[in-house]
């Protein structure tokens, strides 16, 4: 009797991309709206629309791809949860770095609309309408980031674990646990797409080995892939907890073929960020008793800081099997046998898992496991409108990163639990409500998103000064006064402006003069209302004439900001 173990080939295999040099480059910063963006897919393509070769712009949204030869180029930006921005056409000539600064103008796709109404609709090549082909766009942006993480310099620190189950995968017969650490970290060793396409996912050896393939990002992102399996939308069968955010587009076999092992399963969306979660598969087209072990994987999938992606987590399960030989009965005819039959029987279930615990860049340490990344969404008290440009950081944290256009911010590295944010706006500066510091509670859950509302200018002055400044073209000053010397007393202050009035009955303006006089608080603090947008604002400390300073409302500014010593 001769055992058959069906194994999975689910190796670490450390890879590092060997740059090629060359000599024509489009080199430049990727943006939207000023602010960086870090991991945006730069495509160069040229006049046929051909993908040449591409890039990922860099933390502070620098990039820089090379095209194979002169010629002319466009380029085409690609993010997660947005509509590509095409920029160009660009003259690369041989030996010059040619400077393309991109401000990404695309709009926001939005998963949150698209509702599956029809789960047989399962369609090769779709149309770009059609929400399963969006929903596999958005998926191959992450697919294709995470292959150019695997050819960056990044140590990782791995986890593999391999179990023996019994025949039923209830109970754990053997188990194994080993650390990695390699750089660029890719979970599966896979056949070439071209082959899986052919051949299948199950290969046999001349001893009846078996080994199952997973797809990994490479198979995934191939023509042949696509082009022999048909895709569809589809729902979590639970809407509750965390299913509830995500949304999917299945991929299945367009024909069944006798005796070859296929793979279906579903690509995870989040539904508010379009970024990819996991993908579940399992084999198809096999034996009963292959069946009975419900072989299949998941691979899930990880935001690092940098805009990365890599799989941080994985699992693979496939059964073990034993053949054996029935021996046929006499025929009882005399000549005439009877063939022996083999027969497959289902003696245990193998899986292997895996999980990334460490990433460093050298010596700094990127992302370890334990901590998460938390999406800060800073909106507008009043309207609920994300605000764009405030700096937001962690409080202990010495750098800060400022919102987009959607207000958001990626703190990454953070520990579950109680976190205060800092938050700092140039204009809630003029009005002394900057920086803020606002308590959150960080869920053990990566890429959780919580909302911290702040007030506007436009509300602040409302509350100190009443809403009837804005119809009176009338703002708000606010000042500080710094202690002068060693004296902790700062004094009263005078503020003086000229507002000018026009005559009814016509003829010259009148000129007022106006001046205040007031005590700053106990934090060398004070306010003034009422005083014109268009005016020209003097503050002293009283008594001393020659320590005065000034200050205007910059234009459409509704309020401005004064410090004296």
Request: glycine share 10%.
């Amino acid at each position: 009797m001769r055992r058959r173990d069906v194994c999975a080939l689910i190796a670490a295999a450390i890879t590092i991309g060997a740059a090629t040099g060359r000599t024509q480059t489009l080199a430049g910063h990727v943006s939207r709206g000023n602010v960086p963006i870090a991991g945006a897919l730069v495509v160069l393509i040229d006049a046929s629309g051909r993908t040449l070769v591409q890039t990922a712009s860099r933390e502070n949204g620098d990039y820089s791809v090379t095209a194979p030869t002169p010629g002319s180029y466009r380029a085409q930006v690609l993010q997660i949860g947005w509509r590509p921005t095409i920029a160009g056409p660009f003259a690369l000539r041989a030996g010059v770095t040619t400077p393309a600064n991109i401000d990404v103008t695309g709009a926001r796709i939005p998963l949150d609309a698209i509702v599956v109404t029809d789960r047989s609709d399962c369609r090769v090549r779709p149309d770009s309408a059609a929400s399963a082909f969006i929903l596999w766009d958005e998926a191959r942006k992450a697919l294709t980031a995470a292959t150019m993480t695997r050819a960056e310099p990044l140590t990782m620190s791995v986890s593999r674990t391999e179990q023996n189950l019994d025949r039923g995968g209830s109970r754990v017969l053997w188990d194994s646990t080993k650390m990695q650490v390699g750089q660029s970290l890719n979970p599966f060793s896979s056949l070439a797409p071209e082959v899986l396409a052919r051949s299948g996912y199950m290969s046999s050896d001349a001893d009846g080995n078996k080994t199952y393939w997973g797809p990994d990002a490479t198979v995934l992102l191939s023509e042949s892939f696509l082009s022999s399996h048909c895709i569809r939308p589809e729902t979590p069968s639970v809407q509750t907890g965390d299913s509830a955010r995500l949304i999917g587009v299945a991929f299945s076999p367009v024909a069944k073929r006798r005796g070859i092992v296929e793979v279906e399963g579903v690509v995870w969306l989040d539904r508010s960020t379009a970024e990819l979660r996991e993908i579940v598969y399992r084999y198809v087209n096999n034996t009963t008793v292959i069946d009975r072990a419900e072989p299949g994987g998941r691979i899930e999938f990880l935001r690092i800081p940098g805009g990365r992606w890599i799989v941080h987590r994985w699992s693979i399960r496939v059964p073990s099997t034993i053949t054996g030989v029935r021996r046929a009965e006499p025929s009882g005819i005399p000549g005439m046998t009877r063939a022996d039959t083999p027969v497959e029987d289902l003696t245990g279930i193998r899986l292997t898992s895996g999980q990334v615990s460490e990433i460093r860049r050298g010596a700094d340490v990127l992302w370890e496991r334990g901590r998460v990344t938390l999406v800060v969404r800073i909106v507008d008290s009043l309207t609920s409108q994300p605000l764009r440009g405030v700096l937001v950081r962690a409080a202990q944290s010495p750098s800060a990163t400022a919102s987009d256009s959607a207000g958001t911010v990626r703190l990454d590295r953070v520990a579950p639990g109680p976190l205060t944010v800092r938050l700092e706006s140039a204009e809630l500066e003029l009005v002394g409500r900057s920086p803020i510091l606002a308590p959150v509670n960080v869920p053990n859950a990566n890429d959780a998103s919580v909302a911290i509302p702040i007030p506007s200018v436009r509300a602040v002055v409302i509350a100190r000064c009443g809403d009837r400044v804005l119809d009176w073209g009338e703002g708000l000053l606010h000042g500080t006064v710094t202690p002068s010397g060693d004296s902790s007393d700062r004094g009263p202050v005078i503020v003086e402006w000229q507002s000018q009035y026009t005559r009814l009955g016509g003829g010259d303006s009148v000129i007022t003069a106006e001046r205040r006089e007031l005590v700053p608080g106990s934090d060398g603090t004070f306010h003034v209302c009422g005083i014109p947008r268009d005016a020209t604002v003097t503050v002293r400390r009283k008594g001393d004439g020659s320590a005065a300073v000034t200050s205007r409302f910059a234009p459409g500014a509704l309020a401005a900001r004064v410090s004296i010593r």
